[in-house]
C-alpha cells in the first residue's frame, strides 16, 4: 500500500509540473474535458470501487482545494473527512490481543486429543494431570473444550469394550479357526482347517478332507492342541463359528486344556476378521490364480504358500515384518546386484532377498 501511494503522489506531482508549463487556456480546456469525462462516467457507474491509495489521495487533495470546489469532487465532503479519520485510527491504533483466554497452540491440543484417544478410560481430569506430570500446565476446562471440538466423547462412552478391543487387548492368548473351502478342476469340494494366532499372524494348517466330520475335526484339534499349549504363554480363548461341524467332543478338547470357547454371532464374519482377512489373501494371492487338480496337490499348495506366509510376506499390524521372522537391520546402502529373486509355486510367488 505504501509503495503503491507514493507511486501516485508521483505520478500526480509529475502531472502538476506538466500542467504549470502549459498555457492557460490548454489547461481550461483539458479541465473541461476532464469534467465532461468525469459527468459520463458518473452516469455509467452507480457507485465508483476506491483503492486506499485512491482514497488517501483524495483525502490529502482535498485539504488543498477550497471548500467552495469540494463539490467538483466525484465523493461528498462527508465521505472525505471519514477517510482522513480512518487514517489517522490505523496510523495510532496498535495491535491488541482480543478478549478471554489465549488461544490453545495447536501442538497441545493435538497432544490433549491424542492422550485421550489412546486411553478411552481417561476422562478430562486425567488428561489435566497426565499433562501436569508431564510439566505442561493447562486448566481442566481447556481440556474439555479441546475434546470436545475435537468430537472425543466423554470417558464413560468411550471406555465401552468393543468387540474389537477385546481382540486386540487380549491379542496375546487368542487362536482362530474356520473352514475354508476350495473346488477343484473336476469339480470336487475340499474342506480346510486352519488356525490362526492373533498376535502373531502365525498361521497352521490343521488338515485337509473331502468329508468334514465331527470325528475327523475332532481328531485335527488333538493333532494341533500341543502346538498352542507347549509355550510360556499359553492360549486362553479360541474363536469360531457357529458351523455344527465344531462338535462338543472338538470343544472339549481346547476346555480340558484351559482353552475357553468365544462363539462368534450369526453371520457375523467381522467377529472372526482376522480369519476371513487371511482367506482373502489365500485366494487372492494364490487359490484365484491356479488350479487345483486334488487333495494332495491342494495339502503341497497350502504347505508352501503358508511358509511363505509365515516367514516372508510383511504385514501391516506387525510393522512390515513376516510373523516369524524380525526385520534386517541394513546400511542404508542397496547394491541392487545383491538382490536376489526366489520363485514360488512354479513362479507365482516371489521372494527377494539380499544375498550373502
Known amino acids: 500500500m505504501v509503495m503503491s501511494l507514493c507511486y501516485w503522489m508521483l505520478r500526480r506531482l509529475l502531472e502538476l509540473i506538466v500542467l504549470r508549463g502549459r498555457r492557460e487556456v490548454a489547461n481550461e480546456i483539458e479541465l473541461l474535458v ?3 469525462e468525469v459527468a459520463v462516467l458518473r452516469r455509467q457507474v452507480s457507485r465508483p470501487r476506491f483503492r486506499p491509495a485512491d482514497r488517501a489521495l483524495l483525502a490529502a487533495l482535498a485539504r488543498l482545494l477550497p471548500r467552495e470546489r469540494w463539490a467538483s469532487l ?3 465532503p462527508a465521505t472525505v473527512r471519514r477517510w482522513h479519520r480512518d487514517a489517522l485510527a490505523r496510523r495510532w491504533t496498535y495491535a491488541q490481543r482480543g478478549p478471554g483466554r489465549p488461544p490453545v497452540e495447536a501442538r497441545m491440543a493435538e ?5 485421550a484417544r489412546e486411553n478411552p478410560t481417561w476422562g478430562y481430569r486425567r488428561v489435566q494431570g497426565e499433562l501436569a506430570r508431564l510439566g505442561i500446565r493447562v486448566a481442566a476446562s481447556t481440556v474439555w473444550q479441546v475434546l470436545r471440538r475435537a468430537g472425543v466423547r466423554p470417558s464413560p462412552r468411550r471406555a465401552s469394550e468393543t468387540w474389537r478391543a477385546f481382540l486386540r487387548a487380549q491379542a496375546t492368548g487368542i487362536i482362530a479357526c474356520d ?11 475340499l474342506y480346510v482347517l486352519v488356525f490362526i494366532e492373533l498376535q502373531t ?3 497352521h494348517v490343521a488338515g485337509v478332507t473331502a468329508h468334514p466330520t465331527g470325528a475327523w475335526v475332532t481328531q485335527q484339534a488333538r493333532n494341533v492342541i500341543s502346538v498352542f499349549t507347549d509355550r510360556a504363554a499359553p492360549v486362553r480363548f479360541l474363536i469360531r463359528d457357529r458351523d455344527s461341524k465344531f462338535s462338543a467332543a472338538f470343544d472339549e478338547v481346547f476346555r480340558s486344556e484351559g482353552v475357553r470357547i468365544l462363539r462368534t454371532p450369526v453371520r457375523a464374519p467381522r467377529a472372526n476378521a482376522i480369519m476371513e482377512r487371511w482367506f482373502g489373501s489365500l485366494r487372492r494371492e494364490c487359490l ?18 503358508v511358509e511363505h506366509y ?12 513376516a510373523p516369524t521372522r524380525a526385520v534386517p537391520h541394513g546400511s542404508g546402502v542397496l547394491d541392487l546386484s545383491a538382490v536376489r529373486r526366489r520363485d514360488r509355486l512354479g513362479g507365482l ?3 527377494y532377498e539380499i544375498a550373502a
Do not use: A, K, W
Not at 111 to 115: A, E, K, S, Y
Not at 179 to 189: M, S, Y
Not at 310 to 321: A, K, V, W
Open 349 to 351: 510367488l516371489h521372494e
Open 288 to 305: 484365484d490364480r491356479m488350479l487345483i487338480v486334488g487333495q494332495r496337490h491342494l495339502e503341497r499348495v497350502l504347505q508352501i504358500y
Open 111 to 115: 497432544l490433549i486429543v491424542r492422550l
Open 310 to 321: 509365515n516367514t516372508h510376506r510383511p504385514h501391516r499390524s506387525l510393522e512390515q515384518r
Open 179 to 189: 473352514f475354508v473351502t476350495v473346488d477343484t478342476v473336476f469339480f470336487r469340494r
Open 74 to 76: 466525484i465523493v461528498c
Open 34 to 36: 476532464l469534467r465532461h
Open 201 to 203: 499372524r502365525i498361521v
